[in-house]
């Protein structure tokens, strides 16, 4: 059985830091691409970061860039989101997925539940 | 603001067909591939399409994926009420070197 367990979120204060986890079990996870996407609280889909399987290739979102780091470890079977310098317009519920990056044969969707960041003071 | 413009919202009674729209520029829609997401309530979003017409295994071949230009459609033939939900265009945006979402469908079966 496929699962993507999200952990780390909880409520922090403007400016500060926070790092998500995602545990990867049930698909080959070392050779998956994965990304992080949100989504705020009554809103839209926002994608947020994404790694290859290698970590050669990362990529962010305009509104993250500079701030949030993604970053993977193969021998666990995780992905990580640090998440600095927090404004309160990154409340939402982070979905870790492998999902998107579908560039040959059939495409895997697999996402966690999400974890509730909320950035207030 | 997303670069990719969806209507806010489409209805169909059941068995009916409906058509969601995703509006984008040269930089994603135009020259890359387009993703379909659902979303039912309090659920995470799930994949009904991906390269702009293909279908993961086991979503009902009543979706179907189009794309024109700078343009991509979902259509859903034989509305049923399960299909109440949101929907999410997605694509890769040379420009932001990023993927981008479209701003969301709601679609209600009436």
């Known amino acids: 059985e496929v699962q993507l367990v999200e952990s780390g979120g909880g409520l922090v204060q403007p400016g500060r830091s926070l790092r998500l986890s995602c545990a990867a079990s049930g698909f080959t996870f070392h050779i998956s691409a994965m990304h992080w996407v949100r989504q705020a609280p009554g809103k839209g889909l926002e994608w947020v970061s994404g790694i290859s399987w290698d970590s050669g290739t990362i990529d962010y979102a305009v509104s993250v860039k500079g701030r949030f780091t993604i970053s993977r470890d193969n021998a666990k079977n995780s992905l990580y989101l640090q998440m600095n310098s927090l404004r309160t317009e990154d409340t939402a519920l982070y979905y870790c997925?492998?999902?998107?990056?579908?560039?040959?044969?059939?495409?895997?969707?697999?996402w966690g539940q999400g974890t509730l960041v909320t950035v207030s003071s | 603001q997303s670069v990719l413009t969806q209507p806010p919202s489409a209805s169909g009674t059941p068995g009916q067909r409906v058509t969601i729209s995703c509006s984008g520029s040269?930089?994603?829609?135009?020259?890359?591939?387009v993703y379909w997401y659902q979303q039912l309530p309090g659920t995470a979003p799930k994949l009904l399409m991906y390269r702009n017409n293909q279908r993961p295994s086991g979503v009902p071949d009543r979706f179907s994926g189009s794309k024109s230009g700078t343009s991509a459609s979902l259509a859903i033939s034989g509305l049923r009420s399960e299909d109440e939900a949101d929907y999410y265009c997605a694509a890769w945006d040379d420009s932001l070197s990023g993927y981008v979402f479209g701003t969301g469908t709601t679609v209600t079966v009436l």
């Open positions: 040269r930089s994603n829609i135009g020259i890359n591939f």
């Open positions: 997925a492998k999902t998107l990056s579908c560039t040959g044969g059939a495409c895997s969707d697999y």
